[in-house]
């Protein structure tokens, strides 16, 4: 990340990038490793409180703010001034078209808060630099609406359906059988019967 701050204030965009993406890699991998080999509980909230939150939200920066701009800058878009976001509104509307689907898609498949919680904080603070470009608004107020509403859909279905899930019977299981009782009509299979024979005394 040193790398890439000295490489972008020098101007030097195409090493700018690759550092950048390799951080986003690198930042990806770390991220995996903590959601498959140490997930968040909530028996462990200092693990989520130092942990995860910090790492999803640098992965969150960094892929979906410094990645992009980097990008737009090397390929010659300036925004010295605020009036010249006014000159490039569909590629304002792409980066922010794709954080908020992939933070949709998280919201409702992971239900991560601080996926969730963070895209939107970056959505009202582009949305909040004047003057703003008409496509950007409107991707910034429609996923602002979006991801919240997803987040909170998911995690009510999650509630409702994830206590009625039960054991699944397989293909092939049996259900056990429960013992007839014994019979009673026969007396020579009667449990217990010491009675004497009368042919046993001749």
Not at 8 to 15: A, E, K, M, V, Y
Request: charged share 15%; proline share 7%.
């Amino acid at each position: 990340m040193a790398a890439y701050a000295v490489a972008f204030s020098t101007q030097n965009f195409i090493p700018a990038i690759i550092l950048i993406g390799l951080v986003v890699l690198i930042l990806i991998f770390v991220n995996l490793r903590l959601v498959i080999y140490y997930p968040a509980a909530w028996t462990r909230p200092f693990d989520y409180i130092l942990l995860h939150a910090p790492a999803r939200l640098f992965l969150l920066v960094t892929a979906t703010l410094f990645l992009p701009l980097t990008a737009f800058i090397a390929d010659g878009h300036d925004w010295t001034l605020p009036r010249h976001d006014l000159d490039y509104p569909w590629e304002g509307f792409a980066a922010v078209a794709v954080s908020g689907v992939l933070a949709t898609i998280i919201a409702g498949w992971r239900r991560d808060l601080v996926w969730s919680a963070g895209t939107v904080w970056l959505l009202w603070c582009i949305g909040g630099l004047k003057p703003k470009s008409t496509p950007v608004m409107i991707a910034v107020i429609v996923f602002s609406i979006l991801i919240p509403l997803t987040f909170m859909a998911s995690l009510i279905l999650h509630m409702i359906y994830g206590r009625n899930e039960g054991r699944v019977r397989l293909e092939g299981e049996e259900t056990p059988r429960v013992p007839p009782p014994a019979s009673r009509g026969t007396p020579n299979t009667q449990v217990g019967n010491h009675e004497v024979q009368s042919d046993v005394w001749g």
